[in-house]
């Protein structure tokens, strides 16, 4: 069944994962902003594990009074992605579909 598998499952055992805990996959893509450089990260949700590539939200709201600003921030990009990914499905209809696992036919898709 297609989305039956969590996103942070199929991540851990991802080629993704691999590729940037070994190399400088996504290092090569550092931009400077105000003179620092930044490099980019993966936003993900609570059910991804601590790493050096990935961002996410705090698990506990901050005490009243402290701001919000990093969760909202990151629920708001966290957000696009999954509209984007939406958009996709409806008008690539076959992303939608179970078979789409099947290696061999992913890598033509």
Do not use: C
């Amino acid at each position: 069944r297609a989305g039956s598998l969590g996103d942070a499952f199929t991540y851990n055992r991802g080629r993704l994962r691999r590729r940037l805990e070994n190399g400088p996959w996504l290092k090569d893509f550092t931009k400077v902003v105000s003179g620092q450089r930044i490099r980019p990260y993966l936003l993900a949700d609570s059910a991804f594990g601590a790493s050096e590539h990935i961002v996410k939200g705090y698990k506990h709201p901050p005490p009243p009074g402290r701001p919000t600003s990093f969760n909202t921030a990151v629920n708001k990009g966290r957000k696009v992605v999954e509209q984007a990914f939406g958009r996709l499905k409806g008008r690539f209809r076959v992303l939608t579909r179970s078979f789409i696992r099947d290696p061999q036919f992913a890598a033509r898709v």
